[in-house]
T-cell receptor, first 113, second 114 residues
Framework: DVKVTQSSRYLVKRTGEKVFLECVQD?????MFWYRQDPGLGLRLIYF???????EKGDIPEGYSVSREKKERFSLILESASTNQTSMYLC????????????FGPGTRLTVT | QKEVEQDPGPLSVPEGAIVSLNCTYS??????FMWYRQYSRKGPELLMY????GNKEDGRFTAQVDKSSKYISLFIRDSQPSDSATYLC??????????????FGAGTILRVKS
């Protein structure tokens, strides 16, 4: 059974803290993605990576950075968390030649107080 | 204006009904159209994928694309309570190279009552 796992289901952090969200996939996928999901706004792409050490900005990269040191692992970093970053964060992966078929993790509900 | 518009619902139907879920879009370059299903407290999963215009059927599900109207639909026949979920449309303009981006709609909440 293919799997994308995320480090936490729920996370509560304080304003200004540095936050790490980690994602691991076991499907040997080239592509990995970080999205945030907010009511009424749907899924918005933050960053994606198509290879180890490669990254591309998505639609809303401000306030975020990413790291991909190994093929199976993609980390999202909030350098200084703010309340407007309270959201559901979803990680996904896909094969390079099947980018339409993204496999998602269960999500991390992040609350910044 | 958003690139992809989708009515958030909720859409509530009785078991056995035919359900129609829709998205409109503004970018005429979109050629690849997907429907994802998301159950509560889970990540989305791919349900249907179509390229360009036309219909595609898979069991009780039919995806329809009308590029001239910039309108896509997902039909569910004989709806079941297990179909209760959020349905997200997604689209892309480019073929699959180097992590091509998908643009998602906001999702429609569907509730099928037994």
């Amino acid at each position: 059974d293919v799997k994308v796992t995320q480090s936490s289901r729920y996370l509560v952090k304080r304003t200004g803290e540095k936050v790490f969200l980690e994602c691991v996939q076991d499907m040997d996928h080239e592509n990995m993605f970080w999205y945030r999901q907010d009511p009424g706004l749907g899924l918005r792409l933050i960053y994606f990576s198509y290879d180890v050490k490669m990254k591309e900005k998505g639609d809303i990269p401000e306030g975020y950075s990413v790291s991909r040191e190994k093929k199976e692992r993609f980390s999202l970093i909030l350098e200084s968390a703010s309340t407007n970053q309270t959201s559901m964060y979803l990680c996904a992966s896909s094969r390079r030649d099947r980018g339409y078929e993204q496999y998602f993790g269960p999500g991390t509900r992040l609350t910044v107080t | 204006q958003k690139e992809v518009e989708q009515d958030p619902g909720p859409l509530s139907v009785p078991e056995g009904a035919i359900v129609s879920l829709n998205c409109t879009y503004s970018n005429s370059a979109f050629q690849y159209f997907m429907w994802y299903r998301q159950y509560s407290r889970k990540g989305p999963e791919l349900l249907m994928y179509t390229y360009s215009s036309g219909n595609k059927e898979d069991g009780r599900f039919t995806a329809q694309v009308d590029k001239s109207s910039k309108y896509i639909s997902l039909f569910i026949r004989d709806s079941q309570p297990s179909d209760s979920a959020t349905y997200l449309c997604a689209m892309s303009a480019k073929p699959w190279e180097y992590g091509n981006k998908l643009v998602f709609g906001a999702g429609t909440i569907l509730r099928v009552k037994s």
